[in-house]
């Protein structure tokens, strides 16, 4: 049965093999309250071992998903190895590679270290571990042993997803004026009338959108000059996105019309200008006299008169002199004159002087559609706290770089390995999240885009446990026929539970000599106080003496686990 926390019935034979119980002569420090023992009596010698609230090891909680450390003082100078064996037949907890040997803090030969296990819960249930401080060779006794009762509540393996690198868009380069169409391949019908643009704006202006056969088509104008990304979200209802699509633009503020101011010493001069400019002709005239300019009429598809001609005068006098402005706009490309015949009103057969300029006219601003090659959304990705997400990218689109930073996620930095980038995004708290990252290039724009959706269900992180090391006890060394005496702090009068011996411990080497003995600490009802176990040596051996504090009744949960070894001589 998985999770089983009994009375460590699969331990026996795993142990017999392990520390070799016919192995007799000292092994490890003796941790005893009293010297060298006598020689065995009928009055058989006997020793105390007392063991503190620090002593005991406590149960460690964790979910499906968190990682377990357990660090032990130790000295790879003396050869001796910590070895973990998981005491249940079907184990809740996944060794995770090999023990770390951490360095010595000191520089000098010998200095003691530390090594660290690792551990993953992977099911639900309950594991006692037994972790043993083994001498070099094959056969010889432990010098130290820890237990540790692990309980695995439900929760979550965390998971990777990964997204391809197909749905990456080249940048756009559009102008003000000019309407961008991107077309989406593949796109969700479901709210097929949902797109959002929740970036690209004050430099884009959302205009009318499309679906047909799977293919959503959605029109932009450039509203301003500018660059930044634009990014769209397939978003039903106000549900998080189904799908998530990102183009790099930028926009472009097109040439400015020009104003070109003509007066008489331009006469019989060239001029070139562009469509949407404006010419202004500025002439002397008399208009008290009969005399006045008039201009012929000029190419109707390259300029066009605007309004009537305006005269200033030069100063207040009735008649005085001044100057006739009359305004040109340009249309249209070609050539046309621009002549303007100073003659008698009414006209003489010849005017009295001409006033001449060509104009060359080139094309203007003429908006135009620019549109993003067909490509296809990205699906949104579902994941819960601890879950990560790989994003695998072209590497010949330029150096990848994360856009986005939030609390729902955090972002590795960008491995390349061939001609793949990769970004892992790790997802750390509940919500919605649109991460973008921009390939970069040495140009002013970036090259493609990426994005996806994120969405992190409600859930907590993997947590690391970390088990104190403090808590390891030393051999118990005895003669044959001597007794001895463990003192485990305890409360059983008010809480019930009581200090039981695994019986892997009366196999021929120690057996329980008679009930436990309970005291309390004081008078007050209910005071916490100790347990003494009484053990005798019977064989010579080494064995694990595991002690269990078991809740009341036929229930196998236990509440605090201490182990030892004992080497009988």
């Known amino acids: 049965m998985r999770g089983k926390t009994g009375m460590l019935g699969a331990l026996g034979a795993v142990m017999l093999l392990v520390l070799g119980l016919?192995?007799?002569?000292?092994?490890?420090?003796?941790?005893?309250?009293?010297?060298?023992?006598?020689?065995?009596?009928?009055?058989?010698?006997?020793?105390?071992?007392?063991?503190?609230?620090?002593?005991?090891?406590?149960?460690?909680?964790?979910?499906?998903?968190?990682?377990?450390?357990?660090?032990?003082?130790?000295?790879?100078?003396?050869?001796?190895?910590?070895?973990?064996?998981?005491?249940?037949?079907?184990?809740?907890?996944?060794?995770?590679?090999?023990?770390?040997?951490?360095?010595?803090?000191?520089?000098?030969?010998?200095?003691?270290?530390?090594?660290?296990?690792?551990?993953?819960?992977?099911?639900?249930?309950?594991?006692?571990?037994?972790?043993?401080?083994?001498?070099?060779?094959?056969?010889?006794?432990?010098?130290?042993?820890?237990?540790?009762?692990?309980?695995?509540?439900?929760?979550?393996?965390?998971?990777?997803?990964?997204?391809?690198?197909?749905?990456?868009?080249?940048?756009?380069?559009?102008?003000?004026?000019?309407?961008?169409?991107?077309?989406?391949?593949?796109?969700?019908?479901?709210?097929?009338?949902?797109?959002?643009?929740?970036?690209?704006?004050?430099?884009?202006?959302?205009?009318?959108?499309?679906?047909?056969?799977?293919?959503?088509?959605?029109?932009?104008?450039?509203?301003?000059?500018?660059?930044?990304?634009?990014?769209?979200?397939?978003?039903?209802?106000?549900?998080?996105?189904?799908?998530?699509?990102?183009?790099?633009?930028?926009?472009?503020?097109?040439?400015?019309?020009?104003?070109?101011?003509?007066?008489?010493?331009?006469?019989?001069?060239?001029?070139?200008?562009?469509?949407?400019?404006?010419?202004?002709?500025?002439?002397?005239?008399?208009?008290?006299?009969?005399?006045?300019?008039?201009?012929?009429?000029?190419?109707?598809?390259?300029?066009?008169?605007?309004?009537?001609?305006?005269?200033?005068?030069?100063?207040?006098?009735?008649?005085?002199?001044?100057?006739?402005?009359?305004?040109?706009?340009?249309?249209?490309?070609?050539?046309?004159?621009?002549?303007?015949?100073?003659?008698?009103?009414p006209a003489d057969a010849m005017p009295v002087k001409t006033w001449q300029v060509n104009v060359a006219a080139k094309p203007g601003f003429t908006p135009k559609t620019v549109g993003v090659v067909d490509t296809y959304p990205a699906d949104s990705v579902h994941l819960l706290p601890g879950d990560e997400v790989k994003v695998q990218l072209n590497s010949s689109a330029g150096t990848w770089v994360n856009q986005t930073k939030s609390k729902q996620v955090t972002a590795s930095k960008p491995v390349k390995s061939g001609g793949t980038t990769t970004v892992t995004y790790k997802a750390k708290d509940h919500g919605v999240v649109t991460p973008v990252l921009l390939a970069e290039t040495s140009g002013n724009w970036p090259a493609q885009a990426y994005a996806l959706t994120i969405n992190v269900g409600k859930g907590s992180l993997p947590k690391t446990v970390t088990a104190a090391e403090r808590h390891v006890a030393k051999t118990i060394t005895v003669k044959k026929g001597e007794s001895f005496d463990i003192v485990l702090p305890s409360n059983t009068a008010s809480t019930g539970f009581a200090w039981t011996t695994s019986p892997l411990a009366t196999d021929g080497i120690v057996e329980q000599a008679g009930d436990p003995t309970v005291a309390a600490s004081g008078d007050m009802p209910g005071a916490p106080g100790t347990t003494t176990m009484h053990y005798k040596a019977v064989g010579a051996g080494s064995v694990p003496l595991i002690l269990l504090l078991q809740a009341p009744g036929d229930s196998a949960t236990s509440a605090g686990i201490y182990m030892t070894m004992v080497t009988v001589q």
């Not at 690792?118 to 010889?140: H, S």
């Not at 208009?287 to 009537?308: E, H, I, R, Y």
């Open 22 to 345: 016919a192995a007799c002569g000292e092994s490890g420090s003796t941790d005893t309250s009293s010297g060298s023992s006598p020689s065995p009596s009928p009055a058989a010698p006997s020793q105390t071992i007392t063991v503190d609230s620090v002593g005991v090891a406590p149960k460690a909680h964790m979910k499906v998903g968190d990682t377990l450390v357990v660090t032990m003082h130790s000295n790879s100078s003396t050869g001796y190895e910590w070895k973990a064996e998981g005491m249940e037949e079907e184990a809740v907890l996944k060794q995770v590679g090999e023990p770390e040997i951490v360095a010595p803090k000191s520089n000098l030969e010998g200095a003691p270290g530390k090594t660290k296990f690792t551990f993953v819960a992977e099911e639900e249930g309950t594991e006692e571990l037994g972790f043993w401080y083994m001498p070099p060779g094959e056969g010889g006794d432990p010098g130290a042993g820890y237990a540790l009762i692990v309980k695995v509540g439900k929760g979550h393996i965390p998971v990777e997803v990964k997204a391809g690198e197909e749905y990456t868009a080249e940048t756009a380069g559009l102008r003000t004026g000019d309407t961008l169409v991107v077309t989406l391949k593949h796109a969700s019908d479901q709210g097929r009338h949902a797109w959002k643009m929740v970036g690209g704006s004050p430099y884009l202006k959302l205009g009318s959108q499309k679906y047909s056969s799977g293919t959503q088509t959605i029109t932009f104008s450039g509203a301003s000059a500018g660059t930044g990304t634009l990014v769209l979200v397939n978003r039903p209802g106000g549900d998080p996105p189904l799908q998530t699509f990102a183009v790099p633009i930028y926009v472009k503020a097109p040439a400015q019309p020009v104003t070109h101011q003509l007066n008489h010493n331009d006469n019989n001069e060239s001029l070139v200008v562009k469509g949407g400019d404006t010419i202004q002709v500025s002439l002397q005239d008399q208009p008290s006299t009969d005399f006045q300019w008039k201009f012929q009429k000029p190419n109707a598809k390259v300029l066009k008169q605007v309004g009537q001609p305006k005269f200033f005068a030069n100063s207040d006098a009735i008649g005085a002199k001044g100057k006739m402005v009359w305004t040109f706009s340009v249309v249209g490309a070609g050539k046309t004159p621009l002549i303007a015949d100073y003659n008698s009103v």
